[in-house]
């Protein structure tokens, strides 16, 4: 075989592994009842419930912050996230959590918040925020 024809080959070899790869560590959306039912990572959408206390002390541990979320089919949990605490988190309209269920508790590793504009109405602003560890189960 020629050498381009080789190369060609191992081209389309890694092309190949790269969409595989891709395409199995996306997770799907669902909600808090969907994450009990399956070990795999599960992106849920809902709301913050701000009449639920949300815990965070830094200087007890800086990579420990929990809420209470309610998604979409109104069934409310709490979440736990191995991060700081997102700035204007309370003034999230909208929370999309990534992460799986350990327990009764959702345990995020990503958290997407839409906030209100602080400019105008018409404009949306995400703020995409990753944990930098993850929690202890």
Same mark, same amino acid.
């Given at each position: 075989?020629?050498?381009?024809?080789?190369?060609?080959?191992?081209?389309?070899?890694?092309?190949?592994?790269?969409?595989?790869?891709?395409?199995?560590?996306?997770?799907? &959306?669902? #909600? /808090?009842?969907?994450?009990? +039912?399956?070990? %795999? $990572?599960?992106? !849920? =959408?809902?709301?913050?419930? @701000?009449?639920?206390?949300?815990?965070?002390?830094?200087?007890?541990?800086?990579? &420990?912050? #929990? /809420?209470?979320?309610?998604? +979409?089919?109104? %069934? $409310?949990?709490? !979440? =736990?996230?191995?991060?700081? @605490?997102?700035?204007?988190?309370?003034?999230?309209?909208?929370?999309?959590?990534?992460?799986?269920?350990?327990?009764?508790?959702?345990?995020?590793? %990503?958290?997407?918040?839409?906030?209100?504009?602080?400019?105008?109405?018409?404009?949306?602003?995400?703020?995409?925020?990753?944990?930098?560890?993850?929690?202890?189960?």
């Amino acid at each position: 075989m020629k050498k381009g024809a080789i190369f060609g080959l191992v081209v389309i070899a890694v092309a190949i592994a790269v969409i595989i790869s891709v395409y199995s560590s996306s997770s799907s &959306y669902g #909600s /808090f009842n969907d994450a009990k +039912k399956t070990a %795999e $990572e599960l992106r !849920v =959408v809902g709301h913050l419930d @701000k009449q639920k206390e949300l815990y965070y002390d830094a200087a007890k541990d800086a990579n &420990y912050f #929990s /809420f209470y979320v309610k998604d +979409k089919q109104g %069934e $409310e949990c709490k !979440v =736990v996230y191995g991060g700081t @605490k997102p700035q204007d988190f309370e003034r999230s309209e909208q929370i999309v959590l990534t992460g799986q269920m350990v327990g009764n508790e959702f345990h995020a590793s %990503e958290i997407l918040m839409k906030c209100p504009s602080k400019y105008t109405q018409d404009k949306i602003e995400l703020t995409d925020v990753k944990a930098k560890k993850p929690v202890n189960i």
